[in-house]
């Protein structure tokens, strides 16, 4: 790790520390605190980095996702959630997958503008995109570009199906059109909760609503007739594995109507940002929850084999697996997410063709 351990925190930030980035010639030491590296090491704040893309649409092969495409608008994310697999990507762009990631946000523009040319692309075939599959499409940022809702726009006029995944009650912006949508079954709305510990979520989520504001997000969807499910990603365990109950029935008594759930798990420079987050931030169990993770995960904090790698396995794994169950036949059982429509889609190109 190329930096100085420090015991403070850097308020507002999840990762304490720039990991080194794997496809990098060289690295940052710093050697000592008075050098050139004082920017390196400092809490500075968010920059905004352009990119133009040609296609926004991102399709995955992976068979543990239920939904192979997705779009993002934004890369790396302002809040600054230790846990986020997303991390990882940002080594990509030339950034660390620590400090980077929360304070470089790569921005597109032009993603509603793109994505209707996809829509009207010979050939392209709906099939529900989920917005977003990598960083939160709701970051604080969205605020003043607003480009999340361009994209809703779009996906409302051309009649196309959207799972949206937040944690931040900015989507409640949105409301108008999401709720056109889902009169229509275009639309699914996920709302990530994995503590109702205010002092856990400070720690392991900074720049994030807290968990009682997401209930009320819930709450205010399930009201405008928005189908809505909690997801309690990533459990933790040994830090919030035994919210898990408290969680789903709170959710549900404010409107979700399913839950799903996956177990964290520490890949590439994600591992060595958590187990310096954890010593910092809960000295007393840092070692017991790293056992804890690696426990599920075949002995190692990262996991990679499709079908294991976000539910996990072993007696840990299947501890909460048997939580999660029971949680949701108790306090969900009555409830279900509606399958979303693709047969309404209308491209414009389609629509010029029924003039001739």
Not at 124 to 141: A, F, R
Not at 168 to 183: F, G, H, S
Not at 320 to 344: C, E, G, H, W
Request: glycine share 6%.
């Amino acid at each position: 790790m190329d930096t100085i351990q420090n015991p403070e925190y850097f308020k507002g930030r999840g990762a304490q520390v720039n990991t080194h980035n794997k496809f990098a010639a060289h690295r940052y030491v710093a050697e000592h605190i008075e050098g050139l590296d004082e920017e390196f090491l400092e809490n500075s704040d968010t920059q905004l980095i352009e990119e133009n893309p040609k296609k926004v649409i991102s399709i995955s092969d992976s068979p543990d996702l239920p939904m192979a495409y997705s779009v993002n608008p934004y890369q790396g994310c302002e809040h600054g959630c230790i846990y986020c697999y997303a991390r990882n990507a940002h080594e990509y762009w030339g950034y660390s997958a620590g400090l980077d990631f929360e304070r470089k946000i790569i921005v597109k523009r032009n993603a509603a503008e793109v994505l209707e040319r996809q829509f009207n692309a010979k050939g392209y075939k709906p099939e529900v995109i989920m917005l977003s599959g990598n960083t939160d499409c709701y970051q604080p940022i969205e605020r003043k570009l607003k480009i999340t809702r361009a994209i809703l726009e779009i996906m409302l006029a051309y009649r196309h199906p959207v799972s949206i995944i937040s944690k931040n009650n900015l989507i409640l912006r949105d409301v108008d059109i999401i709720a056109e949508m889902a009169k229509l079954k275009l639309v699914h709305v996920a709302i990530t909760i994995n503590s109702l510990n205010e002092e856990l979520r400070q720690k392991m989520e900074p720049r994030t609503v807290t968990g009682k504001g997401r209930l009320k997000v819930i709450q205010k969807l399930s009201e405008a007739n928005i189908p809505v499910m909690v997801m309690c990603a990533p459990i933790i365990p040994g830090l919030n594995s035994d919210e898990m109950p408290a969680v789903i029935e709170a959710a549900a008594s404010h409107g979700a109507r399913a839950a799903g759930y996956t177990i964290v798990r520490l890949n590439g420079a994600i591992g060595e940002l958590f187990t310096d987050w954890v010593h910092k931030a809960y000295p007393d169990r840092a070692e017991k929850v790293l056992h804890n993770i690696a426990a599920c995960h075949g002995g190692k904090l990262n996991d990679s084999r499709w079908g294991l790698r976000m539910r996990g396995e072993g007696k840990i794994a299947e501890s909460i697996r048997q939580l999660f169950k029971s949680s949701v036949k108790r306090y969900m059982s009555q409830t279900a997410i509606p399958n979303l429509r693709t047969d309404l889609f209308a491209p414009k190109h389609g629509k010029q063709l029924d003039l001739f």
